[in-house]
């Protein structure tokens, strides 16, 4: 059998000693006679799935007990919605949109009061965060709304943006446990699993307890955060194998250090072709310096043809999913926490050859 290295954006690579996991386990999960798939949850032996999967990333994320962490469905894109139906209260948010991530969620929250753009990187391609400072806030407005990282172009905040007392909002879809965060700077974040955690289907919300309970009364009760919260993520069937995998990730990320020892890793993969990049006379990355994502590598050659002839090689020589996102072009790696080093380390070794053929 053999792994190829998968640079997906996601759904993306998964820790092989997890895989392996799931695999052993597929058709008699711990005596049960079951796979996780097909039992019941509400079982005992699924509650105590859940339960320490939630145990596991509290401890990872260091959540705050004020906080509550929510198993749902839909992926990022429904939380695109819940956000302003659950926090709206006075019918006022501000957004970033530094994205195309953003400018949905932006787009989206239109539907239901008054959001407003408040900083936007469009001028550049998103190729950078706009700076954000609390006056830029409406003094009303209940929240600011902000994707941490942009998958698409590669960027990310360099630090927590400062919105004074307001509540901050984040999406961290594809950048979640890559890092420590300090949660209580944030009233909600979420993410779609998919990238850095899970298979998808899971999307998985963490939100100040204060924040629950002031939805829209037409809010549908499946985005409710209180419908969720009150019946701990099981007002209807969760998305129970996705948990269950997510678990085995957390698992495997508290072992191998916690989440100091991924930001450790993260930064020496993403020096590792940052520090190429910067250095070549054929390729060149796209977002600026100061905003560069440790997750998601973007970069280009310059000429259309050639990108795609280099993405054809790189498949080829077991380097796959490194075309960038349809709307961009050009090329991106994705190198979140399950990606080894080693599988960095070989990409720049044949981007180097490619550079020598092909300059
Ligand atoms: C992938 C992604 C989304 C969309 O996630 P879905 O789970 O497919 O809805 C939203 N935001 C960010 C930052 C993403 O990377």
Redesign the pocket.
Known sequence: MSRIYNFS??PSMLPMEVLEQAAAEMTDYNGSGMSVMEMSHRSPVYDAIIKQTEADFRELMNIPDNYKVLFLQ?????QFAAVPLNLMKNGKADYVVS?Q?SG?AFKEAKKYGDAKCIATSEDKTFSYIPEITPDMVREDADYVHV?Y????FGTKFPEVPNVGDKVLVA????CITSEPVDVTKFGVIYA?A??NMAP?GL?VVIIREDLMGNAREDIPTMLDYKTMADNDSMYNTPPCYAIYVAGLVYKWALKNGGLTAMKERNEKKAALLYDFLDSSKLFKPTAEKKYRSMMNVCFVTGDADLDKKFCKEAAAAGFENLKGHRSVGGMRASIYNAMPTEGVEALVEFMKKFEAENA
């Not at 839909?74 to 429904?78: I, L, N, Q």
């Not at 990282?149 to 698409?152: A, Q």
């Not at 999406?171 to 594809?174: E, G, R």
């Open positions: 954006a996601g839909g992926g990022a894109s429904t994205g991530f949905k994707c990282n942009n998958t698409i999406d961290m879809s594809s779609g998919q990238k998808a999307t």
